[in-house]
């Protein structure tokens, strides 16, 4: 009897380890697979911005307008903001922030403008400093996911900046302005 209480005091400690290797490694291995570190998305690249700017451009020289265009990716930080000859300087911020406006809030900005103006709840959208509530902003989506956005300043109306920045649009790469 004292044999067998002697080994199984010995080997407690054992089957303590083995409990807890097999409890560490099952954890750790739970953690390091690259779902719960990492997101998968994506991005712009600065080629398929430029196309973006082309075929908007292309969409406002159509309408006889110079127009500003921004494009941003999905964090909110420019690719490309060219401005058309002879628009005013105010136009660039407008781009910019017509873009982020719909990036952030996943809407077309004349949309946005619209319901902002007749919905009591969504008035105070104006008063955010970098949301403009004018139409011309786009998002960008791809696969049911903001990719980023484009935004369109100058083209004489919140009608044609929004019919600009829905131009866009790269159909045979699956991105979309709705």
């Known amino acids: 009897m004292k ?11 054992l089957f303590s ?9 099952t954890v750790s291995t739970h953690l390091k697979t690259e779902e719960n570190y990492t997101l998968q998305s994506a991005q712009l690249s600065l080629q398929t911005a430029f196309r973006i700017t082309e075929q908007a451009r292309s969409a ?3 309408l006889g307008k110079n127009v500003t265009i921004a ?14 000859d002879e ?22 900005t004349l949309l946005l403008s619209r319901n902002a103006r007749s919905n009591p709840d969504t008035q105070n959208l104006a008063t955010l400093p970098e949301l403009l509530l004018l139409g011309g902003g786009h998002p960008l989506w791809y696969n049911g996911k903001v990719i980023g956005s484009i935004g369109i300043a100058g083209g004489g109306s919140p009608e044609n ?3 600009i ?10 991105i979309t302005t709705h």
């Open 3 to 13: 044999i067998n209480s002697f080994a199984l005091i010995l080997l407690f400690p």
């Open 17 to 25: 380890l083995a409990q807890i290797s097999s409890k560490t490694n």
């Open 60 to 62: 406002a020289t159509v």
């Open 71 to 84: 494009v941003l990716d999905a964090s909110g930080q420019l690719i490309i903001l060219t401005r058309g």
């Open 87 to 108: 628009v005013g300087p105010h136009n660039t911020e407008a781009a910019r922030r017509k873009a982020y406006t719909a990036l952030s809030t996943k809407t077309p």
């Open 161 to 163: 900046d929004d019919l």
């Open 165 to 174: 920045a829905k131009s866009g649009a790269i159909a045979s790469s699956q």
